[in-house]
């Protein structure tokens, strides 16, 4: 069974930048099928798609947060990453990495609360 | 890229059906099959429901059911349970140039 897992700090200061990996077990993050996505959910808001790539390194961003976050994959240790930099209040979310295809997120990790706070 | 437009909140006693809508635009959910539907329950992740439309993944009672009509996509539950009570998402894929998703803003589904 696919299974996902994000890790990072929870509380980030403003302008800093927050980093989090997600580690998959239980299947090949090289999958020839499917992207690898993550996903934010500000508290008591909706979700926000911020970006997703492919094992060979393409990447999809959402515009508006395009000049702000990096998405990288280290396939040798089944991992993906997101870097969001200058960060304000609005980027506290509960971050999720989920694996894609088609546009569709059928894999989710629990979830990480990121805290943007002094 | 603004948000896809689904209504705040819809309700049903148990056995009746509802339909949800998701809005979008022809540059969304009107261009392409990819729209897809997920179940929240409270502090958890979300679930995939339908994707590209119509399709359940495995493991998805068939009282769920998906379609789209333009630039608005559907999501009906028929034969309502308390089980299904929980807040619901549409998403889409958007921009042929600056291929991305597009998420809807939620609707809270009340089981009467």
């Known amino acids: 069974q696919l299974q996902l897992q994000e890790s990072g700090p929870g509380l980030v200061k403003p302008s800093e930048t927050l980093s989090l990996t997600c580690t998959v077990s239980?299947?090949?993050?090289?999958?020839?099928?499917?992207?690898w996505g993550w996903i934010r959910q500000p508290p008591g808001k909706g979700l926000e798609w911020i970006g997703s790539i492919y094992y060979t390194g393409d990447i999809y961003n959402k515009p508006s947060l395009k000049s702000r976050v990096t998405i990288s994959v280290d396939t040798s240790n089944n991992q993906f990453s997101l870097t969001l930099n200058s960060v304000t209040a609005a980027d506290t979310a509960v971050y999720y990495c989920?694996?894609?295809?088609?546009?569709?997120?059928?894999?989710w990790g629990p979830g990480t609360l990121v805290t943007v706070s002094s | 890229q603004s948000a896809l437009t689904q209504p705040p909140s819809a309700s049903g006693s148990p056995g009746q059906s509802v339909t949800i809508s998701c809005t979008g635009t022809?540059?969304?959910?009107?261009?392409?099959?990819?729209v897809s539907w997920y179940q929240q329950r409270p502090g958890k992740a979300p679930k995939l429901m339908i994707y590209?439309?119509?399709k359940r993944p495995s493991g998805v009672p068939d009282r769920f059911s998906g379609s789209k009509s333009g630039i608005t996509a559907s999501l009906t539950v028929s034969g309502l349970q308390a089980e299904d009570e929980a807040d619901y998402y549409c998403s889409s894929h958007a921009g042929s140039n600056n291929p991305h998703v597009l998420f809807g803003g939620g609707t809270k589904l009340t089981v009467l």
């Open positions: 239980g299947g090949s993050i090289s999958s020839s099928s499917h992207y």
């Open positions: 590209e439309v119509t």
């Open positions: 989920a694996r894609e295809f088609n546009s569709s997120a059928d894999y």
């Open positions: 022809s540059s969304d959910v009107g261009g392409y099959k990819f």
